[in-house]
């Protein structure tokens, strides 16, 4: 924890250290931001979770299976099929075949050969040699001699264990294999495939995994696109969220239509009200950060400094009100530089929210129900 913070410039790379073995270490990054943070972050999802507990309880049928074309887009389905070398509906076929292997075997935990692995895959539900092949690489994790050294084609990040979104992790890859001949033990947990199949399928599907975890071309250009359009789709419910509470809003409005540099692109949310309030808003969907390492990323992100992911927002603050009126060509009337006001918003909890030294005041940071009504 404390060298994540030191890595990310978060603390002083300093440690005390007394006779009695102690060392003592800066924990203001810890006591001001990480504390409030993971607190805020476990009543967030307690309360998320209190609100679905009544669908624990609801007597629903199995629905019959749908194809993946029903569900997925066109372009997910053929960026996972590049990607992972199998379609969806073969993913699935593997699954269910997996789950009906533990049921015959009575057993949430299933030990079997690779051998008879395959010829179950390809036998009862069809798939070729090469989507067996490519099923067992997709969603099993081998043996490998050191733990500490990555496979090829893997770097460190993906084995480390206190990282979070790693390729090689028993999340992601829930089929362990103990070698490559048909002979060799494979084990799996049903509800640990289960869960690790709705977390690559689905995270792949709506965009919660960075364009580094994956290889492929057509998969990188999938996330970002998904994740491009639910930034647009976010910055609309921000706009439409501020009109039901009264105000006048249009979102993506060009600095070059107020008369700025073209480079200072666009403002996401720009709201008023006829009686001289402006709200110039930057709308940001982020991944809810889960360890000090993410945290930190996230904190070096949104710096305020050249170049990071606030720096253009900052730059279009200070000259929108050092121009304010070029905000007349979209508000209708001469706007009091004095009551332009700026916020980041975001779609959960974020670090930032605890930070006193950005540009941007921490209480002009946060979720929608965080926005004024006035």
Known sequence: MDSDAVNSDLIEPRIG?????????DRGFHNTVIKPFLTA????GFEGAAGRYTKLYRDEHPAERTRA??????????AFQVEFGLTPDEAVDGLAELMDLAVEFQNVVVETTLGDLKTRLSKTRGLSSEACEAFIRTFGIFHRPAWDKPPPGF???DIIPWRFRRRLSSTAKPIL??????????????????????YLLERSERGHLPQEFFISAEMKQYIGAVNSERGLEFARTVADQLRQIGWEVRNEVQMTELGAPAELGDVDVLAWKPTGEIQIIECKRLQLARTVA???EICRRFRGEAKDELDKHIQRINWIKGSPLGLQRVVGYSPDPDR?????VTNTHVPMMYLSSLPIRPDKIGP???LPEE
């Open 17 to 25: 250290l007394h006779l009695n073995g102690e060392y003592d270490i």
């Open 177 to 198: 294999l103990f070698g490559e001949h048909d002979d060799d033990k494979v084990f799996f947990g049903a509800g640990a495939l289960r869960l690790g199949f709705g």
């Open 340 to 344: 332009i006001d700026d916020r980041l």
């Open 41 to 44: 972050y476990f009543r967030e």
């Open 294 to 296: 993410e945290v930190a």
């Open 69 to 78: 074309d029903e569900v997925f887009s066109a372009d997910f389905i053929r």
């Open 368 to 370: 929608l129900r965080d």
């Open 155 to 157: 770097r460190m990040k």
